[in-house]
């Protein structure tokens, strides 16, 4: 089992900035893809980001593309989503996931591959 916490949301204003971050307990060496998705008041949960446990592999959403950044530090089992330039439409509820294994094929875009996830922090930008 992994167990996964995040930290780090809170108010901000449009323009702002806010680092996230995902605390990894358990069976960390089963944690090979981390990722950050986010869900909005009465929408889908949707990806943000997600990197490999090598560190080798990064990918966004479009609409976060420059201006969120995630990073591992697999020394001390943490993930973080640092997020600059934040807009309104950020506004959500963010979570951290866990992939248990690393799938080729799989896109780690979509929900369904993930095995873990944590139970979210929310991020509130004001305009």
């Known amino acids: 089992q992994v167990q996964l916490v995040e930290s780090g949301g809170g108010l901000v204003q449009a323009g702002g900035s806010l680092r996230l971050s995902c605390a990894i307990s358990?069976?960390?060496?089963?944690?090979?893809?981390m990722a950050w998705f986010r869900q909005a008041s009465g929408k889908e949960r949707e990806f943000v980001a997600h990197?490999?446990?090598?560190?080798?592999?990064?990918w966004y959403t479009d609409s976060v593309l420059g201006r969120f950044t995630i990073s591992r530090d697999n020394a001390n089992n943490m993930v973080y989503l640092q997020m600059n330039g934040l807009k309104p439409e950020d506004t959500a509820l963010y979570y951290c996931?866990?992939?248990?294994?690393?799938?080729?094929?799989?896109?780690?875009?979509?929900?369904?591959?993930?095995?873990?996830w944590g139970q979210g922090t929310q991020v509130t930008v004001s305009s």
């Open positions: 358990g069976r960390t060496s089963r944690a090979h893809v």
């Open positions: 996931a866990a992939a248990q294994d690393y799938t080729p094929t799989y896109s780690y875009t979509s929900k369904s591959e993930y095995n873990y």
């Open positions: 990197r490999t446990y090598s560190g080798g592999r990064s």
